[in-house]
């Protein structure tokens, strides 16, 4: 997905923060690189971007597979980053394979709203299907669960209630195995939390945000 999926959040949080919504290479506008690229490699590209903006005590946020990229690059860039938020992290190990991601995608395709679901297909278009197939081969391929006890910065994972791609036991796993991270849910919501309710999200992520930038 694009930066695009995350604006009605990124609107919601400028009130009362500098904020910046990424495309990484290969999705939305950006150049398409050679091949897909891995979960670090994706992560080394945001830690540059970090770095070229000159960013101080930076909070990165991700979404479903954006949240292996925002780990990957905390545990490989000590000290760049302030605190990091997950939204509906992937991949949990009770459906690590195509077939059973492919389910719940479908479960929850099916509990998003149109103007939701509109954005998601256009994104996976503009990808292609040989890209996003050989994506979500790097996607399975990467343990954020490993990853995630080596994140020695503040953290919150979030997700909503309706969210059938990161259910209740994955986040409070991920919480338990993270050095210093809380779990907020957001009532009735479905996967894509940050496009369909932005100003309950911001609310429930401000009191974290504010601890951060103390």
Aim: net charge negative; proline share 9%.
């Amino acid at each position: 997905m694009s930066g695009e999926y995350f604006l009605p959040f990124a609107h919601a949080l400028a009130t009362d923060h500098d904020v910046y919504a990424l495309d990484l290479p290969g999705y939305g506008t950006t150049p398409t690189p050679p091949r897909a690229l891995t979960v670090p490699e994706l992560g080394e590209v945001l830690a540059q971007v970090i770095r070229t903006l000159g960013l101080d005590a930076a909070v990165v946020m991700g979404h479903s597979m954006g949240c292996q990229i925002v780990v990957d690059t905390i545990v490989r860039n000590p000290g760049l980053c302030a605190g990091y938020v997950l939204i509906g992290p992937t991949v949990d190990p009770a459906a690590h394979s195509r077939p059973a991601l492919a389910w719940r995608l479908l479960r929850d395709t099916v509990g998003e709203p149109a103007a939701n679901n509109a954005v998601v297909f256009r994104n996976y278009l503009r990808m292609g299907p040989l890209r996003y197939l050989r994506t979500a081969r790097h996607m399975l391929a990467d343990r954020i669960e490993e990853a995630i006890i080596r994140c020695h910065v503040p953290g919150l994972v979030v997700r909503g209630t309706r969210d059938p791609i990161a259910p209740h036991g994955w986040a409070v796993d991920l919480v338990r195995l993270a050095p210093d991270a809380g779990l907020v849910e957001i009532p009735g919501a479905p996967h894509a939390v940050q496009y369909n309710r932005p100003e309950e999200l911001a609310a429930a992520c401000a009191p974290f945000l504010e601890s951060v930038g103390r």
